[in-house]
């Protein structure tokens, strides 16, 4: 069994050292190299990197990887093995993942939980919510066997985020090619022309509610492993700014 995540960055970074763990610099064309595998070969989407972020990596590998599992994590965010120590050496180890595959169709991280709000309303008050607006319409007009699944998410108030997944080959050629329809047509048809460099990135969030959308359409037999990040989060900071968003409707500025 092939197991190639890739790790999507747009800077040097410590990455895992496991053989399992491809480091991938998305948005790579027209950048300096890091020295890392880049997302311009082959065929891309590269260039849509500013607004697509790590899709533009999960655009590539779909299209360019040759493996049994293929998957998705982040230089500041992985999934959780049983490794002890510091954050590098709790990330899932490529024999790890092989033992959890078995049988399996894909691993996922654990669904994050909002508790308070809404996906919808969580979405509604910390960016701009006309994309996953369209985006609905997009999947009542093209999927309409999706849409319920689709509204469904909305009033959840837990979701797999982040884009992070590893996925059997053909349940991943079968996601994105349901996944880019949805965002190239999303391209087309929302003007981004007033959106900040900040909220320009819908893309890559309106995706992250689209996995369970697609997931609830396609079950799929999978294993949820914790998230590790190298990187301390300051809650207080997050938490103030989604309490912000939530009651005095000033929307996020940037990423977490």
Not at 36 to 65: M, P, Q, R, V
Not at 108 to 133: A, F, G, M, N, W
Not at 200 to 212: C, H, I, Q, T, Y
Request: aromatic share 14%; glycine share 6%; with cysteine.
């Amino acid at each position: 069994m092939k197991v190639t995540v890739i790790v999507a960055a747009h800077k040097p970074y410590a990455m895992p050292t496991d053989p399992m763990y491809l480091p991938l610099q998305v948005g790579a064309e027209g950048k300096e190299p890091i020295g890392f595998a880049t997302d311009n070969t082959g065929e891309h989407i590269s260039e849509k990197n500013a607004t697509f972020c790590e899709l533009t990596g999960l655009y590539w590998a779909w299209k360019n990887l040759d493996a049994d599992y293929v998957g998705l994590c982040h230089y500041r965010r992985h999934f959780g093995g049983k490794g002890k120590g510091e954050p590098l050496q709790r990330v899932l180890t490529e024999a790890e993942a092989v033992r959890l595959l078995e049988g399996k169709d894909g691993i996922l991280p654990k669904k994050r939980q909002y508790y308070i709000e809404t996906l919808y309303s969580h979405y509604e008050h910390t960016c701009h919510v006309e994309p996953l607006d369209v985006a609905g319409e997009i999947i009542r007009e093209k999927y309409p066997a999706y849409l319920p699944a689709f509204e469904r998410l909305k009033k959840r108030t837990g979701a797999h985020m982040f884009n992070m997944m590893i996925l059997r080959r053909d349940h991943l050629d079968a996601y994105c090619a349901w996944l880019f329809d949805i965002l190239f047509e999303l391209e087309r048809r929302v003007d981004a022309t007033d959106y900040d460099a900040f909220h320009a990135r819908f893309f890559g969030r309106v995706s992250e509610l689209m996995l369970d959308v697609w997931l609830e359409q396609n079950p799929l037999n999978v294993v949820e492993v914790p998230l590790v990040s190298p990187e301390r989060t300051n809650w207080f900071k997050k938490g103030g700014s989604f309490l912000m968003a939530k009651f005095f409707k000033k929307k996020y500025k940037k990423s977490f």
